[in-house]
């Protein structure tokens, strides 16, 4: 075989797939990814989320702005109890999920870094950016 395929549906044109549609329950746990953050001339492994609210899926990176930290106090709850707000689990800053920006805590204010994510077919995507790119796949 010459060309190397890809599983479909894992890429899109530029989009990398995610999770499925209903990985994502409304106010309920997210799902990570790694990605590669540009950082000028050398790279960072990173990790972003998705996560589902008000029927919409968003998309950030697991970065809070108070210290750079992952947000969720165990993997993919990101959640408040309540299903309302973003929380990150270091110190309790409070993000809304439909902006990232944070109402409460030491980085009021500011606000996640956002992801470009859509949905379609059941599935949701990631399309990386000049900020962002996916993950090699790892070589031997
Ligand atoms: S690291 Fe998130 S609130 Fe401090």
Known sequence: MADRELPAPSRSAAAVA?????DLADGGDGVRFDLLQELGKRRSRAVGFVVRFQGRV????NEC???PSELDWQAGRFFDR???YLICATHGAMYRPG???CIQGPCAGQSLVALTVEERDGQVYWIP????SPVEPSTP
Request: aromatic letters at 14%; proline letters at 0%.
């Open 18 to 22: 995610v999770c499925a549609s209903a």
């Open 58 to 61: 968003r998309g950030y990176l």
């Open 65 to 67: 702005r108070h210290v």
């Open 82 to 84: 309540d299903g309302l």
């Open 99 to 101: 902006d990232g920006f």
């Open 129 to 132: 950016d000049s900020r962002f």
